[in-house]
């Protein structure tokens, strides 16, 4: 078993050697990589009989994708760890891609990747992806049959998608509103009241993180209104607000208000139409 003053973290990945004798790969693959993911207390704890990793595969290019960063995607992270001769190793990590190991033969055969560190911002991001997956909002179905609404040759909820898509990069997160109206099917006559955070990362993006959400605050609420009219007239969505938000103004008060929307949560559907989309209750 694996004692308390153990030295194996979150986000330590195991060397090729490792993921072979644990028979995560059939060969010692290059190309694929596996990432611990349980969390740094339980990996000792005596309670918790297994290791849980994710197989990962290494992005050729190295390069990030911006929808696939920042825990934007629940079922898809791109996780970039620096290397020992100062280069970066980029993984992209599905959530089908788990794999359960008893402690007892982890222990046994397990080896770190030493070449390799996952820095603490990359950390924090890992966390949020994991936690996402279970803690994700689903809206009330009459707000997503809303949203669902076709204007021109697409449904709203794809226009919003194509929206965000040129701006990802510089976005943390996109946060509905819906008031009193949050928990609520509402009559046929009646619209939902919604605001729209647009909130962009302040402090890396600076001015273009700004100027970007508000190109998208501005397309969204022209959008809106195309849809689904003016708020005084609206009968099925009335945009009350739509603001470009830094994520420096962001408080906890503000985060038990809005839930983050993504494409998929409206979809339902397992396909990756939402990977440009933001994802998670709380911005990376």
């Not at 694929?32 to 297994?50: L, N």
């Not at 197989?55 to 992270?77: E, F």
């Not at 982890?106 to 949020?128: C, I, N």
């Amino acid at each position: 078993m694996l004692a308390r003053d153990t030295d194996w973290r979150q986000g330590d990945i195991l060397t090729r050697q490792t993921a072979a004798l644990l028979g995560l790969v059939e060969t010692a693959d290059d190309e694929v990589r596996a990432v611990i993911i349980t969390h740094d207390c339980d990996i000792s704890h005596e309670a918790e009989h297994c290791i849980e990793v994710i197989l990962a595969d290494v992005i050729g290019d190295a390069t990030l994708d911006p929808q696939l960063s920042y825990a934007k995607n629940p079922r898809r992270l791109h996780l970039a760890y620096d290397a020992a001769d100062g280069s970066s190793l980029i993984l992209e990590l599905r959530q089908g891609n788990r794999h359960a190991i008893t402690k007892d033969t982890f222990a046994k055969y397990a080896a770190r990747d030493d070449s390799v560190l996952l820095p603490t911002e990359s950390k924090r991001v890992l966390k949020q992806w994991l936690a996402a997956r279970y803690g994700r909002p689903a809206f009330q179905n009459a707000f997503e049959n809303r949203l669902s609404k076709r204007s021109g040759k697409r449904e709203v909820k794809n226009w919003v998608g194509r929206i965000l898509e040129p701006e990802a990069r510089h976005l943390v997160g996109l946060f509905f509103d819906l008031g009193e109206q949050r928990w609520t099917e509402v009559a046929e006559d009646e619209p939902y009241v919604l605001s729209i955070s647009v909130v962009y990362d302040a402090v890396n993006g600076g001015s273009s993180a700004r100027e970007s959400a508000e190109r998208v605050a501005q397309q969204l609420r022209d959008l809106f209104e195309k849809a689904y009219g003016t708020p005084d007239i609206a009968t099925e969505i009335a945009l009350d607000a739509c603001e470009a938000v830094p994520d420096t103004h962001m408080t906890l008060a503000d985060l038990r208000r809005v839930d983050q929307w993504r494409l998929e949560y409206v979809s339902l559907r397992d396909d990756e139409q939402g990977d440009f989309l933001p994802v998670g209750e709380i911005p990376a």
